[in-house]
């Protein structure tokens, strides 16, 4: 919900594709700077409350997006601002959260456990922006923030019944730069990590259209804020459709081919919606593709990368694939606003579909064993 709201009232302010796009560089830059620091954090300190101090530090900065906004301060160099300290916060909070998973369940059941949870994050992309379009209709921005800090309650409630193994000290990292070179020193040992992870990072980087939905919503598609909460959610009404195939999706046997050839799906996908994204419901199924091959690759990535690294080492690589999963989005918004803001909207959401493609069969090219990968 405050993705949608941040991004509609970005856009009201400037009417820019190319202020659009700042909002990714703006949560990417201190999301690559700290992410490693928040992985190593994840490795020493007990993970349940660095989760709580996270959460409750990011509903805070809704509630100041709420209070600029009910009395006329807010502006985009405020936005900007908020955005960069939220952004701050939630790099400790994605490799936390990953490093959490293993150690909840066996390691026969994760195929099961990376699905739910792909489902589940998919589920929420779908919720929040769409209920978040609406609010925006109807209530106000304002408000809708509020909301957003209402379900940071629902999250500190799940965690405080949650119990988490801690690991042992003799396991535990030690502060300092030793223990982010154990952590490097690992994945240049695994160089099949990196590769999924790189497939990854082009993928969304090249193929992501998020940043340009409020130029279709307001401008190509004449939908508004509630046909911009639709599209928000689009990718992930696709991923969910495929949650009755999570199960069948965590046992393929060679997952690093499936990754490949899911990315190359959502290329071909992007680029569909880039060629003819209107009416409303035709967009919604082109991106719904999209959403489905992300899930595909979704769930096997995590297999790969959560079965392949120790407990205790898991908060340092989850921070790794943090920077590739979140920086590369984030950084596609920059890319695609600035290529929309020199030409059009259109040519940036196609050539980016192409250039993920492209990219995904380079990566193949160069680390070919990737499609022999089989984790269990």
Known sequence: MQVVAVSWQVFLITHSAIALGLIGLVQAVPRLIFSLVGGVFADIFDRRKMLLIVEITMASTSVALALCTIFHVINIVIIYAIVLVAASVSAFEY????????????????????SLNSAMMQLTFIIGPTIGGFSIAWLGVANTYWFD???????????FMMVVPRIPPEKRAQVGIGAL?????????????????????????????RALLPVYASDILHVGPQG?????????????????????????????????????GWGVFIVAFGVHPGPLWLGVLFLAGAGAADMVSMILRGLIVQLTTPDELRG?????????????????????????????PELSVVSGGVACIVATLAIVALVPSLLRVKVR
């Open 316 to 344: 340092r690589i989850s921070a790794v694939n943090a920077m590739f999963v979140i920086g590369g989005p984030m950084l596609g918004q920059v890319e695609s606003g600035l290529v929309a803001g020199f030409f059009t």
């Open 181 to 209: 070179r154990e952590g490097l020193q690992f994945l240049r040992a695994h160089p099949i990590i990196l590769a999924v992870l790189s497939l990854d990072f082009c993928a969304t980087f090249f193929g992501s259209p």
């Open 228 to 264: 911009l909460g639709i599209l928000l959610g689009a990718t992930s009404i696709g991923a969910v459709a495929l949650v009755p195939c999570a199960g069948f999706i965590g046992r393929i046997p060679r997952q690093g081919l499936g990754v490949a050839l899911a990315i190359v």
């Open 95 to 114: 490799p936390t959260r990953q490093a959490i998973i293993p150690s909840l369940v066996t390691r026969e059941q994760m195929p099961d456990a990376m």
């Open 149 to 159: 800090v209402i379900s940071y309650f629902v999250v500190m409630a799940s965690l």
